[in-house]
């Protein structure tokens, strides 16, 4: 099976694979702090407590072993400031991944989610058969579909979806970067 890269080094910025064990402490705190600046976009911060981190640690590392999802944690000078993931969503087609992410209000304005997604996409698309990328979020949500509008992504739907977190619309927006597109702006920056 091929596999992303387990860690990848972006300067001051490192993503990597989580340590289920080591990683816990750390990711419980970083995600206590960041509940309030989380809560209306992601449903599962809810009930928040060290034995659902301990759960969510432990399932990352079955899906990465599957192939399923690859979540990273984001490191930025030592320090956890938040998570990434490439992944295949249950009812979407092979030839496709969704990116998403988050950040400790602490990491944010810096372009930190903006550079974790952009290496996401080149991992997603060092995999065989991976055609396009995507990043779905609430058009409410400004400040994560400014990632993939800096990362040269169009607009390639909206769909209901369910309102799980307060600030949700009750639409997702969902963005594309074809594997033709991304090679052409990697020509056009050489
Ligand atoms: C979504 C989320 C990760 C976006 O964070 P963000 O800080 O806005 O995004 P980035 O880290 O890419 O930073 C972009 C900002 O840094 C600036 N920046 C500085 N250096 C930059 C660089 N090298 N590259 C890109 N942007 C840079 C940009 O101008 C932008 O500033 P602005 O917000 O004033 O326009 C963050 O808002 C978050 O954690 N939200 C809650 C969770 C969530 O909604 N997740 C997504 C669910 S779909």
């Known amino acids: 099976m091929d596999l992303p890269q387990q860690t990848i080094e972006l300067d001051d910025l490192t993503l990597r694979r989580f340590d289920s064990e080591a990683d816990l ?8 702090e960041s509940s309030e600046h989380l809560r209306p976009w ?3 911060v809810d009930g928040h407590s060290l034995a659902k981190t301990a759960d969510f640690l432990a399932r990352r590392a079955e899906r990465w072993a599957t192939g399923e999802e690859f979540t990273y944690a984001i490191v930025l000078n030592g320090a956890i400031v938040g998570a990434c993931q490439l992944f295949r969503r249950d009812d979407a087609p092979d030839n496709g991944r969704e990116i ?3 950040l400790h209000p602490v990491a944010t ?5 903006t550079r974790a997604a952009r290496a996401l996409v080149a991992q997603a698309f060092r995999l065989p058969g991976v055609d396009y990328v995507e990043v779905v979020h609430d058009p409410a ?3 994560s579909g400014a990632v993939p509008a800096r990362l040269g992504f169009t607009e390639h739907l909206r769909r209901p979806a369910e309102r799980l977190a307060p600030a949700q619309t009750g639409e997702d927006r969902i963005w594309r970067l ?3 597109q991304a090679n052409t702006q990697t020509t056009e920056a050489c």
Do not use: D, H, K, S
Request: no cysteine; hydrophobic share 45%; glycine share 12%.
């Open 25 to 32: 402490p750390e990711l419980f705190r970083v995600i206590e």
């Open 42 to 44: 992601m449903a599962w």
């Open 100 to 102: 998403g992410y988050w």
């Open 109 to 113: 304005g810096r372009g930190v989610a």
């Open 178 to 180: 074809t594997r033709q």
């Open 141 to 143: 949500n400004r400040a």
